[in-house]
């Protein structure tokens, strides 16, 4: 009876070993193929209005975050001149639209100071992070806010060939995508790095923008905080006049110049090669021609100095002998 019940004793430890050991192997089985997803989002800080707010995308996107942190978007409303600006005008609420995110124009009110994630991407969705945030990047979605430069881009020949902005332009950071502006350019541009005109430029330490993003010095503050931002991409003669005002003065120069240069790129090879020969044979000509009339004036000279000569020395002769006849007389 003793041997029975130990070996009861045994049963129920081994099954109670076996359940919880399958359980265990189950729950660890489950672990690892489930799949791995985000941790949902917090509750929006505006229930009413659905925006959840710039700190819960941080808990995903900790990298963009922070790199947004430091830029303009972040700062458009903390930043001095706005708030300097804003002030002097009265602190219209329609400067919000584009200082703040999630602004609404009946109240007054917005979610968050700044240009935030969902000032571009839109409002917290509730199928995020299963589903990637909304946002149509091209230019209408800047020229919102950013309308004086996507004016000008428009009528650049970026804009005709619908170059948008984020090929240049990283959304997050807002500065170009490469080391400078110079790589950047190049990345598409590269035969205007071989030109003198680039050329040259480059050696001088100059960036693309320097000259095709140039806009004048301001003398005054912008208007509602609207400002040439050189977006055309065309080089007009204030940017050359900024650096090169002892070689240039005035416009009709500028396009006199580049007519002539638009000439010489027109003439091929052959007849620049035609024009180099025919001038090497003038100046042979005139040096040929300097030559001989050097010789000629030479002999011309002695000539004359011949005769001259032989008629001062007569004249004096003469002289000289009428004084010795006076004096014997």
Request: glycine share 8%; with cysteine.
């Given at each position: ?9 045994h ?7 076996f ?23 917090p ?8 925006y ?48 703040t ?12 100071e700044?240009v ?30 950013h309308?004086?430069?996507?004016d ?20 997050h950071?807002?500065?170009?995508k ?9 990345t ?36 509602l ?32 110049l ?15 090669e035609?024009?180099?020969?025919t ?28 005769l001259?000569?032989?008629?001062a ?17």
């Amino acid at each position: 009876m003793k041997n029975h019940t130990v070996i009861q004793k045994h049963r129920t430890w081994l099954v109670f070993g076996f359940v919880f050991g399958t359980c265990i192997a189950i729950g660890a089985l489950l672990a690892v193929t489930r799949p791995v997803t985000a941790a949902p989002a917090p509750a929006p800080v505006d229930q009413v209005r659905g925006y959840a707010g710039s700190q819960s995308c941080n808990q995903c996107h900790e990298n963009i975050h922070t790199e947004w942190m430091v830029t303009r978007h972040a700062q458009a409303f903390s930043a001095p001149i706005f708030q300097r600006d804003w002030t002097e005008l009265g602190s219209q609420v329609s400067c919000l639209e584009c200082h703040t995110t999630g602004f609404n124009p009946d109240t007054g009110k917005y979610a968050e100071e700044g240009v935030t994630c969902e000032a571009c991407h839109g409002p917290f969705q509730p199928t995020h992070p299963e589903a990637p945030m909304p946002i149509t990047p091209n230019a209408d979605l800047c020229g919102n806010c950013h309308s004086s430069t996507t004016d000008e881009w428009r009528a650049s020949v970026h804009g005709q060939q619908g170059i948008q902005c984020q090929a240049c332009h990283n959304p997050h950071t807002q500065t170009p995508k490469a080391n400078s502006v110079t790589e950047l350019c190049t990345t598409c541009h590269q035969e205007r790095g071989n030109s003198f005109t680039h050329s040259t430029h480059a050696n001088a330490g100059l960036e693309c923008s320097n000259c095709h993003m140039y806009t004048s010095p301001r003398t005054s503050d912008p208007i509602l905080g609207l400002v040439p931002t050189g977006h055309t991409f065309s080089v007009g003669s204030d940017a050359c006049i900024a650096c090169h005002q002892d070689t240039v003065h005035t416009r009709d120069e500028i396009v006199k110049l580049s007519g002539e240069v638009a000439q010489i790129a027109a003439v091929d090879t052959l007849t620049l090669e035609q024009q180099v020969q025919t001038q090497q044979q003038q100046i042979s000509d005139l040096k040929s021609q300097s030559t001989n009339r050097l010789y000629i004036g030479l002999v011309q000279g002695a000539i004359v100095g011949l005769l001259t000569g032989g008629a001062a020395a007569w004249v004096v002769s003469r002289g000289l002998r009428v004084v010795e006849v006076k004096e014997d007389d």
